[in-house]
Antibody
Framework: QVQLVQSGAEVKKPGASVKVSCKAS????????IHWVRQAPGQRLEWMGW????????KSSQKFQGGVTITRDTFASTAYMELSSLRSEDTAVYYC??????????WGQGTMVTVSS | QSALTQPASVSGSPGQSITISCTGT?????????VSWYQQYPGKAPKLMIF???YRPSGVSDRFSGSKSGSTASLTISGLQAEDEADYYC??????????FGGGTKLTVL
């Protein structure tokens, strides 16, 4: 079936970087855009950015520009989100989601990233 | 890009109808028919309930409906059921080809 499977939970120290993966299966990876969305504990969903899995074009929220890098590996049908210079405020569940039209129809299970000294 | 504005909470009794609003600007909700709604249970990933303002994905109950007027979109749930108790988020495409979410609304079924 169509699914996105994300990498496991991470614990990082402040100032470090984290890279979360999102492996697609059940559909043609390069036919869709993948988005990244995060949710801090008890907080709202926050859009981070997208990558066109076909041509690799990306766009990120102004809030994260310079701090987030979104890439993909078409051979592995996997998208990646790397967040650098981590702070405690980056503690959150990070989701990838497939876009159909302008909506997110398939979501990954989420990856908990904890930033703590 | 500021978050879209949603009420923090709404409540209703089983069988009743409730409406959740989502207010943006002409650069997002008001400018495009690309508003979507998501249902999220605690500890779970969001689930798409409405896309392109009014359309339901296959498998979503017809008790869920969407609409828009100007820069405010709305999600209506009719015939409330206990299983509808969850958080609901709206999202919109923006003029910058980014996306924006609402602040989220907690629905309580009394």
């Amino acid at each position: 079936q169509v699914q996105l499977v994300q990498s496991g939970a991470e614990v990082k120290k402040p100032g470090a970087s984290v890279k979360v993966s999102c492996k697609a299966s059940g559909y043609t990876f390069t036919s869709y855009i993948i988005h990244w969305v995060r949710q801090a504990p008890g907080q709202r969903l926050e859009w981070m950015g997208w990558i066109n899995a076909d041509n690799g074009n990306t766009k990120s929220s102004q809030k994260f520009q310079g701090g987030v890098t979104i890439t993909r590996d078409t051979f592995a049908s996997t998208a990646y989100m790397e967040l650098s210079s981590l702070r405690s405020e980056d503690t959150a569940v990070y989701y990838c989601a497939r876009e159909v039209g302008r909506a997110f129809d398939i979501w990954g299970q989420g990856t908990m990233v904890t930033v703590s000294s | 890009q500021s978050a879209l504005t949603q009420p923090a909470s709404v409540s209703g009794s089983p069988g009743q109808s409730i409406t959740i609003s989502c207010t943006g600007t002409s650069n997002d909700v008001g400018g495009y028919n690309y508003v979507s709604w998501y249902q999220q249970y605690p500890g779970k990933a969001p689930k798409l309930m409405i896309f392109d303002v009014t359309y339901r994905p296959s498998g979503v109950s017809d008790r869920f409906s969407g609409s828009k007027s100007g820069s405010t979109a709305s999600l209506t749930i009719s015939g409330l059921q206990a299983e509808d108790e969850a958080d609901y988020y709206c999202s919109s495409y923006t003029s910058s080809n980014t996306r924006v979410f609402g602040g989220g609304t907690k629905l309580t079924v009394l």
